[in-house]
């Protein structure tokens, strides 16, 4: 297990962060694929205070789909930022994430067109 800070925001009070744990090895990739996001309390009673998000784990025409992708997690992260921009609250910090996340997903499309075009995409091969 390994414990990711990158998130927290030096002088924020212990209370007010999210842990974030890496709970599995990584695959062939590199990547590790299991995170879980502990210590929220969420409103929802349904909702457990750990949160597991599993990432895509081996290409999908070898193993299927069996986790999300780090497109998926960005164009929620992009719909979040557009609707705090036309919120009562826009500021610079929000459109400068919001363009830097739509130039991450853009990269990562890009990455995967080449892929198709290849046609390598789903299956492991460089």
Not at 5 to 33: F, K, S, W
Not at 43 to 67: A, H, M, S, W, Y
Not at 69 to 76: D, P, S
Request: charged residues 25%.
């Amino acid at each position: 297990m390994r414990e990711l800070t990158d998130h927290i925001v030096e002088g924020d009070v212990p209370q007010n962060q999210l842990r974030i744990e890496v709970t599995d090895e990584p695959g062939a990739g590199g990547a590790n694929h299991i995170y879980e996001i502990k210590g929220a309390r969420f409103p929802d009673v349904r909702c457990p205070t750990t949160i597991i998000i599993p990432f895509q784990n081996g290409p999908i025409k070898e193993t299927g789909l069996n986790g999300i992708t780090q497109e998926v997690l960005l164009a929620i992260v992009i719909d979040r930022l557009r609707s705090f921009q036309v919120g009562p609250f826009p500021c610079v910090e929000n459109q400068t994430a919001l363009w830097h996340c739509q130039v991450a997903l853009e990269s990562l499309k890009f990455r995967t067109e080449n892929r198709i075009k290849r046609g390598v995409e789903g299956e492991t091969k460089p």
